[in-house]
């Protein structure tokens, strides 16, 4: 089956206002940024991501987030992002904040059909007893907290109960990949990807070389293309596009 798609926009086209994304990335490393910019052109509105940051001022995910594109975020980390700490303290965005590897094993499960699982990260913390602001009211008070979680132990040692997570679409960005949508990751790329790839009901994959057939290994493929619907080559200006969250230069 030929999974590609002649263009970026065509591949976000049908994404409807109120979607729920998984975008992968690690802070600006392996960021989706070609379907981000087409979704931001595209239109689509009252978004709920999840991804684990949610980029930088006018980069990745802030692009979308800048333009008031994104409802609610779920996420590990927001500390780079002045327009994202802005909107989540005035009460323009809802925020789930997750422990990292939780999100990624959250993304996991949703992708492997489990709908929930047991951790030892979080208890004993708000994150297991509830009350984290996820939405505060513009007056500066909660309006929506996080409600408590389930705990049971197992071995004598507490855990709390987190839920899977599947969205309508997901965004990733792979090094390598084939009309099938097999993909390969490169480096630091390899990191929410496959994850957020695999809990996408609909995945769309932005692939800096696409491939002829036959042209990957199946032992070098690190996810199969049945987890991908849809793939987007890019061109060599695109693939090279790759930026840093800061620059540190001597005096």
């Known amino acids: 089956m030929n999974k590609v798609r002649p263009s970026a926009a065509e591949a976000v086209a049908d994404i409807p206002d109120g979607a729920s994304l998984a975008v992968g990335g690690f ?64 009460g323009e965005l809802e925020v789930e904040l997750t422990p990292q590897g939780t999100l990624a094993e959250r993304l996991r499960a949703g992708g492997a059909g489990i709908p929930a699982f047991y951790t030892p990260a979080g208890v004993g913390t708000q994150v297991a007893r509830g009350g984290l602001p996820w939405r505060y009211a513009a007056d500066g008070s909660v309006a929506v907290a996080s409600p408590p979680k389930e705990t049971r132990d197992f071995a ?10 599947t969205t309508d679409y997901a965004l990733v960005r792979a090094w390598r990949g084939d009309r099938h949508g ?4 490169r480096r630091a790329a390899a990191n929410f990807n496959p994850l957020a790839a695999m809990a996408g009901r609909i995945t769309i994959a932005e692939v800096e070389e696409l491939v002829e057939p036959g042209g990957l ?21 695109e693939a090279a596009d790759k930026r840093i969250e800061k620059r540190t230069v001597r005096s």
């Open 217 to 237: 290994r199946p032992d070098e493929v690190h996810l199969p293309g049945i987890h991908v619907q849809r793939v987007v080559g890019l061109s060599p200006a």
């Open 156 to 165: 004598g040692r507490p855990h709390v109960l987190e839920q899977g997570i």
């Open 182 to 185: 097999n993909l390969v990751f």
């Open 27 to 90: 802070g600006l490393s392996g960021v989706p940024d070609v379907l981000i910019r087409a979704l931001h052109d595209q239109g689509a509105a009252g978004l709920e991501v999840v991804s684990n940051n949610c980029g930088v001022d006018g980069r990745g995910l802030g692009v979308l987030l800048a333009a008031g594109r994104i409802a609610r975020v779920t996420g590990s980390y927001v500390g780079e992002n002045k327009e994202f700490a802005r909107q989540y303290l005035s």
